[in-house]
């Protein structure tokens, strides 16, 4: 699986008092650093040269659905769009100028500020015979017209998918025809995200990624390392198979391991399902589900969490509400499993230092409150300050793993660093600035829990600045970090790309 490399002349950048810094050398061997200093001479490896450049640890996206990612790039933009009718029009556009009975997947509404959800009816008008999907920017709930809902063998209805009925389609889109990506297209993107200094992802795809991604290997994908992930639907297989979190899958080069239990304990803010302690601000009277809902049962999630604790499979699990925040990390302190909380989005207060407390990652996609800001401010409006408390678990002494949650957002390491440092993404004033971390915190939440030191991987990045320099104003140094200049990237000791 490895390479050896020596990287020559780099300022290695310390990410913690303990870390190592100056100008060294790195050597790598069979995939695994085993020599940092200055003036290593070569053993007749590689060399590259960093010519005074930083060098830091691979950069990792901790919640990717790759997937779903590679498919975005042929998908009908739909963000942004003020209601049922604008989503109409883009997508009426988009079908004339795709002829054929491919189907249409248009991405990004969100329906939260709506006055209405739209209809089966209305995307039956724009193409009655064709499959049309339009996907949620959260990817929470999916609207369908009558020929794809036939295509799935889902009986007639009116509205959209939501949550768990929605996530059992969300994973077969390609038996859509003309939606299932090419090699090509994986291939592209794999290049996308090493040009972007990413060395490996938690791949939480809905369709077995854990078979995919050995797959991938063995024709011939070898620039990412990854950890895939299983939802309970596909559990026994992985049970059946003996692999727990960690685990190198078969075919895989020792890239690919297998990944956790990835566990949805609620919804999203954005379709009003993420379950929450209180109800909305603008809840309607007669709501049923005023301050959202859970998809599992408190009994069920533990359960899930005890059964993949006994099999040595970490867990994932996704919560975006208070409540669900609270139930979640109640399953973890009763089981005893061990994983992280995917979004950890809304907090209660009391609920912060219990990460710490149970050895549970926050795995934040801070990207995400970009979208977030203004809709919060009218669902949310009396609990804005508990949102995304990456200083308070910080402070607290958690764990945190940045990510994306791609196609939710780009898999752009530096997107999500520059926003944890700012928390904006316009040319307003950082939303709970208080809240905020310094560059060389984010960039440290990024990297897997790996340092440029003898043992760790052989998974460097060689940058064109410095990543952790702050300037006096936050605003100046996101934009700095969002242009971050990657001269080259290696995973494994295999240089997976090269500044031209």
């Given at each position: 699986?490895?390479?050896?490399?020596?990287?020559?002349?780099?300022?290695?950048?310390?990410?913690?008092?303990?870390?190592?810094?100056?100008?060294?050398?790195?050597?790598?061997?069979?995939?695994?650093?085993?020599?940092?200093?200055?003036?290593?001479?070569?053993?007749?490896?590689?060399?590259?040269?960093?010519a005074g450049d930083w060098v830091i640890p691979g950069l990792w996206d901790a919640h990717v659905h790759f997937t779903q990612y590679v498919r975005a790039?042929?998908?009908?933009?739909?963000?942004?769009?003020?209601?049922?009718?604008?989503?109409?029009?883009?997508?009426?556009?988009?079908?004339?100028?795709?002829?054929?009975?491919?189907?249409?997947?248009?991405?990004?509404?969100?329906?939260?500020?709506?006055?209405?959800?739209?209809?089966?009816?209305?995307?039956?008008?724009?193409?009655?015979?064709?499959?049309?999907?339009?996907?949620?920017?959260?990817?929470?709930?999916?609207?369908?017209?009558?020929?794809?809902?036939?295509?799935?063998?889902?009986?007639?209805?009116?509205?959209?998918?939501?949550?768990?009925?929605?996530?059992?389609?969300?994973?077969?889109?390609?038996?859509?025809?003309?939606?299932?990506?090419?090699?090509?297209?994986?291939?592209?993107?794999?290049?996308?995200?090493?040009?972007?200094?990413?060395?490996?992802?938690?791949?939480?795809?809905?369709?077995?990624?854990?078979?995919?991604?050995?797959?991938?290997?063995?024709?011939?994908?070898?620039?990412?390392?990854?950890?895939?992930?299983?939802?309970?639907?596909?559990?026994?297989?992985?049970?059946?198979?003996?692999?727990?979190?960690?685990?190198?899958?078969?075919?895989?080069?020792?890239?690919?391991?297998?990944?956790?239990?990835?566990?949805?304990?609620?919804?999203?803010?954005?379709?009003?399902?993420?379950?929450?302690?209180?109800?909305?601000?603008?809840?309607?009277?007669?709501?049923?589900?005023?301050?959202?809902?859970?998809?599992?049962?408190?009994?069920?999630?533990?359960?899930?969490?005890?059964?993949?604790?006994?099999?040595?499979?970490?867990?994932?699990?996704?919560?975006?509400?208070?409540?669900?925040?609270?139930?979640?990390?109640?399953?973890?302190?009763?089981?005893?499993?061990?994983?992280?909380?995917?979004?950890?989005?809304?907090?209660?207060?009391?609920?912060?230092?219990?990460?710490?407390?149970?050895?549970?990652?926050?795995?934040?996609?801070?990207?995400?409150?970009?979208?977030?800001?203004?809709?919060?401010?009218?669902?949310?409006?009396?609990?804005?300050?508990?949102?995304?408390?990456?200083?308070?678990?910080?402070?607290?002494?958690?764990?945190?793993?940045?990510?994306?949650?791609?196609?939710?957002?780009?898999?752009?390491?530096?997107?999500?660093?520059?926003?944890?440092?700012?928390?904006?993404?316009?040319?307003?004033?950082?939303?709970?600035?208080?809240?905020?971390?310094?560059?060389?915190e984010a960039l440290a939440a990024s990297v897997d829990g790996q340092r440029v030191v003898p043992g760790a991987r052989g998974d460097l990045v060689v940058?064109?600045?410095?990543?952790?320099?702050?300037?006096?104003?936050?605003?100046?140094?996101?934009?700095?970090?969002?242009?971050?200049?990657?001269?080259?990237?290696?995973?494994?000791?295999?240089?997976?790309?090269?500044?031209?």
């Amino acid at each position: 699986m490895g390479e050896s490399l020596l990287v020559r002349g780099g300022r290695v950048v310390a990410l913690d008092e303990n870390g190592t810094g100056g100008v060294l050398d790195v050597r790598v061997r069979d995939g695994a650093i085993v020599e940092v200093g200055p003036g290593l001479a070569p053993d007749g490896e590689p060399v590259l040269d960093a010519a005074g450049d930083w060098v830091i640890p691979g950069l990792w996206d901790a919640h990717v659905h790759f997937t779903q990612y590679v498919r975005a790039s042929t998908w009908v933009d739909v963000a942004g769009t003020a209601g049922p009718e604008e989503v109409c029009a883009r997508l009426a556009t988009a079908v004339a100028e795709r002829p054929g009975d491919r189907a249409v997947v248009g991405f990004g509404y969100r329906s939260g500020p709506w006055s209405r959800v739209g209809t089966v009816a209305e995307l039956d008008a724009v193409a009655a015979g064709r499959p049309l999907v339009v996907i949620a920017g959260d990817a929470h709930n999916g609207w369908l017209n009558s020929a794809a809902l036939a295509a799935f063998g889902l009986p007639p209805r009116t509205g959209p998918l939501v949550e768990n009925e929605w996530f059992a389609v969300f994973g077969r889109l390609d038996d859509l025809p003309g939606v299932s990506p090419t090699p090509e297209q994986e291939d592209a993107v794999v290049a996308e995200l090493a040009a972007r200094g990413l060395v490996g992802l938690v791949d939480l795809e809905f369709d077995a990624p854990f078979r995919a991604w050995p797959a991938r290997v063995e024709r011939g994908q070898r620039s990412l390392r990854v950890r895939a992930g299983v939802y309970p639907h596909q559990l026994d297989e992985v049970l059946a198979s003996g692999w727990g979190t960690g685990d190198a899958l078969p075919g895989g080069d020792d890239l690919v391991a297998m990944g956790p239990l990835k566990i949805i304990a609620d919804g999203s803010m954005g379709t009003r399902t993420a379950w929450c302690c209180r109800p909305y601000c603008d809840a309607a009277p007669g709501d049923p589900h005023p301050a959202g809902v859970a998809n599992l049962s408190e009994e069920e999630l533990r359960g899930l969490f005890a059964r993949a604790e006994g099999a040595g499979l970490a867990v994932a699990a996704h919560a975006i509400g208070d409540r669900a925040n609270q139930a979640v990390l109640d399953a973890f302190a009763v089981t005893g499993a061990s994983g992280s909380v995917e979004h950890a989005q809304l907090l209660r207060h009391v609920d912060v230092p219990r990460f710490a407390g149970h050895g549970v990652t926050a795995s934040m996609q801070p990207h995400h409150l970009v979208a977030d800001r203004d809709p919060a401010g009218v669902l949310w409006a009396d609990r804005t300050d508990r949102l995304y408390l990456a200083r308070s678990i910080l402070d607290a002494g958690g764990k945190l793993a940045l990510g994306s949650d791609a196609p939710v957002s780009p898999p752009d390491p530096w997107l999500a660093i520059a926003t944890a440092v700012h928390r904006s993404g316009d040319g307003r004033p950082g939303w709970h600035p208080e809240q905020s971390l310094t560059p060389r915190e984010a960039l440290a939440a990024s990297v897997d829990g790996q340092r440029v030191v003898p043992g760790a991987r052989g998974d460097l990045v060689v940058l064109g600045a410095d990543p952790v320099a702050e300037d006096a104003d936050p605003a100046t140094t996101a934009a700095r970090l969002r242009a971050m200049g990657v001269r080259a990237t290696v995973c494994a000791g295999r240089v997976t790309h090269r500044e031209s």
